[in-house]
């Protein structure tokens, strides 16, 4: 078992990666971010009431008072209470991230299955008129703005100048028809903004795959080609596909649904994000940063393992 | 790799586990439900804290106060709620007893000796005022009471011992409550009005502590179902008191058209409705869909849709498609939209040169000479606002008609004599910075702004935009004194002109509500003067003094009251506002029989 | 390089790409210069006209005129790209090229570390804060995103240093005597130019769609206008049926980016002969 002390060092290797996530965010957070203080008083304050606040909110304690503060809360899970709403942050947490999930999900699952597919058809038969007609489609699909998707789809499924047959935004989900009835249009804009780069990527990573010196030695021999296609290529390139997949990850699920939450009202964790972000929410966006901070570095750390794995060169370095 | 009936399976459980609400009453039978589409969100449903339109409409209905205004009486009338009746006031007016109705409950909450909501007494007004000047509260309203009655600020000052009696805050009996003030102060009963005043029980706020902001414990109407981001749910409180409705006791006028299919409503039992949905839809495109599409039953008519839902400006009339399947109205604002010159900025407030203070006096003038309030009223009030000069809106009665209108009325020669003799050009004109919270809109109203000061020879670039991401980061920048025009909406509290005067008045500087920093000794005097009587003869002549006062020095531009379109379904009997942050009407909607689907 | 041309002259798409950027980058010269768009921000006819010879785009709310606005917008998209590529190429350049030569060593550990940290902060946080910070300043927005960007850039570059310094002339160069950085700077690094030309059209299409998302978000520019702060208008208009700040702004960026793309494929094909479509 001479793995685990790599594992164990590539966990350890997290750990400053994570402090300086955290200390870098909340750096940000507290000399740069908005201040909650005038939100919080009322249309005609005194210099006291304001200060009163601002000690409430503890914004007078020293720099790092505060971070050693915020290390603690994060290691015991203590995260205290929203400024704004004073619901605890982990009810927050657990209420808008299945929500998110279910809103992202499908159009990130239906978004790489689809662009893997294609992009293997169109490696398979590279340079005829499909991987052709596959590259220019997806070069248009990486040139369309998000947000003119998401305005163009509302339009065009929203609103009486198109078919109007989608809510135009919420969330009132109890049942697999409701829940149709809302995700549907934010998949499709998910899938359409993210296809076009799927599918370059993966049918990059299938030629790559394709042109080795196996394959033609398999097909010399006579394999078909969904032998060739499932058994040998899709393995290999297995390692680069998972590793893209588990970083897109945290983004996907909070920058990338930030802009579908806002614009689709829909209560998850992107939009109670953005919306920290702006009123200087600090429980809220310490919490966010760190689980990010966190998932990300487990990604990387698995990431690094699963090399090591397929590459044992690797480790021995 | 997840195998796919993991993957189904999951997906389930995330369905079932992010689940809605499904609004039948137990007994099978679909709940009343009256929905209503907010253009924005409350924060916290704490009524110490509730400090925006969108929070006191839900914690109006949450919680009691003891005061309300009258369903249908426009001009708004007071009328007891919590209380048993208008209050007895001393000679002096600085004494005020209140009687409190008996037999009202709190609602059931763990919070209470065996779940149990008990009975509300005088003491928990008391108590709830109380925590308002206490540090721990975070409460927003403090300043309705700050320095007006007896002993409370010193309460504050000696640590906020709720073990502690308030001199001029005193529970006579369970039923009775005095109110003594420091000074005479005519609006107090109008502040007793707002959420502010809710009240609220103190064995909650022991429990609960700040999460008070999302777990309400009242004796409202309604409580509280579920709540997030984009929605909250209330349903009828069934030990809400049982108080027969009266139209002729709301005010009622047979003669009024918006009050026609009220009759059914006479002899019933508030609130008529089993259950409240509120949801929040700040993107204009995004509540116009959800109200079209019948998803909710009222909407604020967004601006940009004006054109589409009238077909005439004067009189203001629905358009024909819109006739037969909505109710409207058409209700102006209380309030105003104003832009204020940072006075204490020497580059064009005061200064202590009196040439100096002269030259930026000109300035000013003629910029608010040049500033073309048709147009603003035109493109973002689809003209149907009112432009007023000063702070005395129409919505007032010390609004004077016949009054001196040449600040509102574009003057560009008038403006350019002004500047050319006070020697200013487009070489020595200052950098102004005009401030906003980031939005689309404010974004518009800036550009529109420096285009009304190029055409006088304001160069573009001396007037730099200063976008914030938030209102409060906003407020703070100009109480710091960074902002040189700011540009802000005032909501009146309650229906009484004292509530603008003290816009203006010299110790309300800066942090305060005079982001202005104006300081007219004569102002400030003629403010104290008007502040102890009640609207009068007198008190108008003051105010009118004020108010010119106020023009002639060219310290603010104003101010246009917005008229707001409400468009309602057709079957709910209802007469909505928003005025004064509103909310009281929703306990007396009413949806007709609907057949079933 | 000249080899990258030569392929590039023979790929029409590429060709017609360069050429699509080349326009765009007259044009936002030209505003530059102050021989285009200059109106932008007068209001110079009524509201939400239609298109007309006037105005050709028609007008926005306030009467401005949608064209202008849009050439403008051109410019700051150009603006942004330019300032982002530029800096977030030289800094990873440098970072990568450091991190590749002393890898596995501290200084790399370091420059990895960093990396990791930038590319764990959700961006929008970045931004925001990086907005607020330089409250008012022009260049907020266009810091946030160097800071970000630099690290796909200098991953890229680490990973050809680290590749390329295993082979020969570099062993030569040391056996010379050449002192380590002259190496990797003068004669490792410019083997990498033609990733980064590649790498450089990437992060300015990103750059132009983060911008738009910015300032849509209102964490964008202070001052001026941007296609993204047309979209927000046109998310507010569209609905009542006024569509010239969506259409303009939409197809506009569609242009661009497509250019750019069809630029950046080209580039990458003529550079890898083994990639290149028959």
């Not at chain 1, 200390?23 to 908005?34: E, I, R």
Request: net charge negative; aromatic share 12%; charged share 20%.
């Amino acid at each position: 078992m001479s793995r685990l002390p790599y594992v164990v060092r590539k966990l350890m290797y997290g750990i400053p990666l994570l402090l300086g996530v955290t200390f870098v965010s909340f750096l940000l957070m507290v000399y740069f971010g908005p201040d909650k203080t005038y939100e919080l008083l009322g249309k005609n304050p005194t210099t006291e009431q304001i200060n009163e606040v601002r000690h409430a909110l503890g914004y007078d304690r020293p720099f790092l008072l505060r971070y050693s503060q915020y290390l603690k809360e994060l290691a015991t899970l203590d995260l205290g209470l929203s400024d704004s709403s004073g619901e605890p942050v982990s009810s927050i947490l657990t209420r808008t991230l299945p929500v998110s999930l279910m809103l992202v999900l499908p159009g990130f699952v239906l978004g790489n299955v689809l662009g893997l597919a294609i992009g293997l058809l169109a490696a398979w038969y590279r340079g005829l008129w499909l991987d052709k007609l596959v590259i220019s489609s997806s070069v248009v699909g990486m040139s369309v703005s998000f947000l003119i998707i998401i305005i163009g789809l509302q339009i065009m499924l929203c609103t009486p100048y198109g078919l109007n047959i989608f809510p135009v935004r919420g969330w009132q989900v109890h049942d697999l028809v409701s829940y149709l009835h809302h995700a549907t249009v934010p998949t499709i804009a998910l899938v359409l903004v993210t296809l076009g780069y799927n599918t370059r990527f993966y049918r990059a990573v299938m030629v790559d795959e394709i042109e080795r010196d196996h394959i033609r030695t398999l097909q010399a021999f006579g394999a078909s080609p969904v032998e060739q296609l499932f058994r040998h290529v899709l393995k290999n390139s297995l390692v680069p596909i998972l590793t893209r997949i588990m970083f897109s990850v945290p983004f996907v699920l909070i920058s990338g649904s930030l802009l579908l939450e806002s614009y689709f009202g829909i209560p998850g964790i992107g939009l109670v994000t953005f919306d920290a972000i702006t009123s200087g929410d600090q429980p809220i966006l310490k919490a966010v940063v760190g689980l990010t901070g966190v998932l990300f570095v487990l990604a990387l750390t698995i990431n690094d393992m699963l090399y090591s794995v397929v590459d044992p060169q690797v480790t021995r370095s | 790799m997840l195998k796919k009936n993991h993957i189904a399976i999951l997906s389930v459980l995330l369905i079932l586990g992010a689940c809605g609400e499904s609004p039948s009453t137990d007994s099978g039978v679909p709940a009343k439900t009256y929905r209503h589409a907010m253009d924005g969100a409350p924060d916290s449903l704490d009524p110490a804290q509730a400090s925006s339109v969108y929070a006191n409409q839900i914690v109006v209905n949450l919680y009691d106060t003891l005061y309300r205004y009258k369903y249908l009486a426009r001009p708004y009338e007071l009328q007891p709620n919590l209380a048993a009746a208008m209050p007895a006031i001393s000679d002096d007016g600085l004494r005020l007893t209140i009687p409190i109705k008996k037999d009202v409950y709190f609602i059931d909450d763990p919070a209470f000796e065996g779940g149990v909501g008990r009975e509300v007494t005088a003491g928990d007004f008391v108590y709830s005022i109380k925590r308002h000047f206490d540090p721990a509260t975070r409460a927003r309203g403090t300043w309705l009471w700050q320095n007006r009655i007896e002993g409370l600020d010193e309460w504050k000052a000696n640590g906020s011992d709720y073990n502690q009696e308030v001199s001029g805050l005193r529970a006579l009996d369970q039923h009775t409550l005095q109110i003594t003030l420091t000074r005479p102060f005519p609006q107090l009963v109008h502040t007793l009005t707002q959420g502010f005043a809710g009240v609220v029980p103190r064995e909650a706020v022991e429990t609960y502590r700040l999460q008070l902001a999302s777990h309400p414990v009242g004796s409202g109407p309604f409580k509280l179902l579920s709540r997030n981001s984009v929605r909250a749910v209330l349903e009828r409180n069934t030990r809400f008191r049982s108080e027969p409705f009266s139209l002729q006791d709301e005010g009622y006028d047979p003669q009024e058209r918006d009050t026609t299919g009220m009759e059914v409503l006479e002899g019933g039992i508030a609130p008529f409705v089993d259950r409240l949905e509120f949801e929040f839809i700040t993107e204009d495109a995004a509540r116009w869909n959800a109200f079209f599409a019948g998803e909710v039953h009222f909407i604020k008519v967004p601006v940009s849709q004006f054109d589409n839902v009238l077909s005439q400006r004067n009189p203001l009339t629905l358009s024909p498609q819109f006739q037969d399947v909505y109710q409207f109205e058409a209700s102006p604002e209380a309030g105003f939209i104003y832009t204020n010159f940072n006075m204490a900025d020497e580059r064009i407030g005061y200064h202590p040169d009196p040439e100096q203070n002269r030259r930026n006096h000109a300035l000013r003038c003629a910029m608010v000479k040049a500033f073309d309030w048709k147009k603003r009223n035109e493109i973002f009030f689809y003209d149907i606002g009112r432009v007023f000069p000063g702070i005395l809106p129409p919505s007032v009665p010390e609004y004077n008609p016949e009054g001196d209108h040449s600040y509102i009325e574009r003057d560009l020669t008038g403006a350019r004599e002004f500047l050319l003799a006070a020697g200013w050009n487009g070489d020595n004109l200052p950098v102004l910075e005009y401030g906003f919270p980031n939005s689309v809109t404010e974004r518009q109203i800036f550009e529109q702004f420096r285009n009304f000061m190029m055409d006088i020879g304001y160069p573009a670039n001396k007037i730099r935009p200063m976008v914030f991401a938030t209102y409060g980061d906003y407020q703070r920048a100009y109480s710091q004194g960074k902002v040189t025009l700011i540009n802000s909406s005032w909501t009146m509290d309650y229906p009484d002109a004292e509530n603008n005067m003290q816009l203006y008045y010299g110790p309300n500087a800066a942090p305060g509500s005079n982001s202005a920093n104006y300081n007219n000794p004569e102002y400030d005097r003629l403010y104290v003067a008007g502040a102890a009587l009640r609207e009068s003869p007198e008190r108008t002549q003051i105010y009118r003094e004020m108010n010119q006062l106020l023009m002639d020095d060219c310290a603010s531009f104003t101010g246009i009251s917005r008229t707001l379109l409400f468009l309602w379904d057709r079957n709910v009997i209802m007469k909505p506002d928003r005025s004064f942050l509103g909310g009281y009407f929703m306990r007396f909607v009413d949806l007709k029989d609907l057949p079933p689907p | 390089m000249r080899r990258t041309w030569q392929g590039l002259k023979s790929d029409r798409f590429g060709m017609g790409g360069l050429l699509i950027v080349a326009v765009f980058g007259v044009v936002a010269l030209c505003v530059w210069t102050g021989l285009l768009g200059q109106g932008w921000s007068e209001v110079s006819g009524e509201r939400w006209e239609g298109a007309s010879t006037a105005h050709w785009f028609g007008t926005n709310i306030l009467g401005q005129d949608i064209f202008q606005r849009t050439l403008f917008g051109t410019a700051t998209a150009i603006e942004v790209g330019l300032i982002v590529t530029f800096f977030s190429t030289l800094l990873g350049m440098v970072l990568g090229a450091l991190g590749g030569w002393y890898s596995h060593s501290w200084p790399d550990e370091i420059i990895l570390w960093i990396k990791g940290v930038l590319d764990s902060i959700p961006f929008y946080l970045f931004a925001a804060a990086i907005a607020f910070a330089l409250q008012g300043i022009h260049w907020a927005m266009h810091l946030a995103m160097v800071l970000t960007f630099w690290t796909t850039t200098a991953r890229i570059v680490r990973g050809e240093v680290m590749r390329i310094k295993e082979r020969e002339f570099v062993d030569a160069a040391r056996a010379i005597g050449l002192p380590g950085l002259t190496i990797v700077f003068r004669h490792v690094l410019p083997n990498t130019y033609h990733i980064l030309l590649v790498q450089g059209t990437i992060v300015f299409v990103a750059a132009i769609k983060t911008e738009v998302i910015l300032s849509f978000l209102g964490l964008g520019i202070q001052d001026g206008v941007s296609w993204g702060l047309m979209l927000a208008e046109s998310s507010q208009e569209v609905l009542a049926g006024h569509f010239g700040n969506f259409m303009a702004a939409s197809v506009f960026l569609f242009v661009l980016l497509m250019g750019f793309n069809l630029l950046a494929d080209a580039l990458q094909d003529a550079w890898d002969a083994r990639r290149a479509i028959p």
